[in-house]
């Protein structure tokens, strides 16, 4: 009798474990999914960053390229912090995933 309800209890940790595992698992899919995502979005932003920065209108005149440059430096300066922000965001999932 005793045994029997040990051989139960122990079918029902496994059972318990098994779930738990399944569900570490689908939760680590998850992570991979947003690192991804997010990894999408830095390479986006930094392409368009490098545009802002570099790809201008065209003119080779310095002084119309320093003007260029002038006008773009708040939006450029605004990509830098959803870059920065996207990157902790990456960091964050990625050490979440090791500690899973």
């Known amino acids: 009798d005793r045994s029997e309800k040990i051989g139960q209890r122990l079918a029902l940790s496994n059972e318990r474990f098994k779930e738990l595992e399944r569900r570490r698992n689908m939760e680590i899919e998850g992570f991979k999914t947003d690192i991804k995502m997010l990894r999408q979005k830095l390479k986006y932003v930094e392409k368009q960053l490098f545009r802002v920065t570099v790809g201008l209108t065209g003119n080779s005149d310095e002084i119309d390229v320093l003007q260029h440059v002038k006008e773009t430096a708040l939006r450029s300066k605004e990509m ?7 990157k902790s965001k990456i960091y964050n999932l990625e050490n979440d995933v090791r500690h899973l």
């Open 80 to 86: 830098q912090g959803e870059l920065n922000h996207l």
